[in-house]
């Protein structure tokens, strides 16, 4: 499972990268795959890891306010694995080259 995730604590600036800061914290504690971007980051693992960090992560980024934006998007294909890199290299092998990262 894929799982794309972003949250903003509300009420507490423009800057976000130390509240970030603590939510990567939490998934490289996790052990799981993910994949920061500059909009959210997508973590792989079974639904219960999945929805265990994304729970630490809110639960860590309610600390800063009273009120959190969330938005979850999953992406669920039953036995496979190892999507975070897979479904890019799936593009790249029909483009014939490397997507810029």
Do not use: N, Q
Not at 39 to 47: A, F, H, R, S, V
Not at 58 to 65: C, D, G, I, T, W
Not at 80 to 88: C, F, N, P, V
Request: aromatic share 6%; charged share 30%; hydrophobic share 40%.
């Amino acid at each position: 499972m894929l799982a794309f995730f972003s949250m903003i604590p509300l009420g507490t600036g423009v800057s976000f990268s130390s509240k970030v800061a603590d939510s990567i914290r939490i998934i490289e504690e996790s052990g799981l795959d993910y994949k920061m971007t500059a909009m959210g980051t997508i973590i792989e693992g079974d639904w219960a890891e999945v929805s265990g960090v994304i729970g630490r992560c809110f639960e860590a980024m309610r600390k800063h306010s009273e009120r959190v934006s969330c938005t979850i998007k999953i992406d669920d294909h039953a036995g496979r694995s190892g999507r975070l890199t897979g479904k890019i290299a799936s593009v790249e092998d029909k483009l014939g080259h490397e997507v810029r990262k």
